[in-house]
């Protein structure tokens, strides 16, 4: 499984969504979501500052990850941000790749 965080920002319909159905109903509904493409929602909180909603999740690769965020954002209700979340034994994996590159002026 794959690791994605999600950002979310809610439009004024989705703000007076989550007034009207409370942030457990959210939890549910976007629990619900993630498990219908094969997921998993490991942590939903919600923050201050330029996004509202912060979920992290465990999804089969970057297809499902692509359908999620879509939907969310379909719905007009939040705008939505995906980051690949990658672990120590990816990155180590990756470093270990030698990919051909020239910088400008090389």
Do not use: C
Not at 31 to 60: C, I, Q, R
Request: no cysteine; glycine share 8%.
């Amino acid at each position: 499984m794959a690791h994605f965080l999600f950002r979310a920002s809610y439009t004024q319909e989705g703000i007076q969504g989550l007034m009207k159905e409370g942030a457990k109903s959210r939890v549910k509904a976007l629990t619900e979501a993630v498990e219908s493409v094969g997921g998993k929602l490991e942590a939903m909180y919600w923050s201050f500052g330029d996004e509202d909603v912060v979920l992290l999740a465990d999804l089969p690769d970057n297809s499902a990850a692509a359908a999620l965020s879509t939907r969310v954002a379909a719905a007009g209700v939040a705008g939505v941000s995906t980051t690949v979340l990658l672990t120590a034994s990816e990155v180590d994996k990756a470093r270990k790749l030698k990919a051909a590159y020239r910088p400008p002026g090389a």
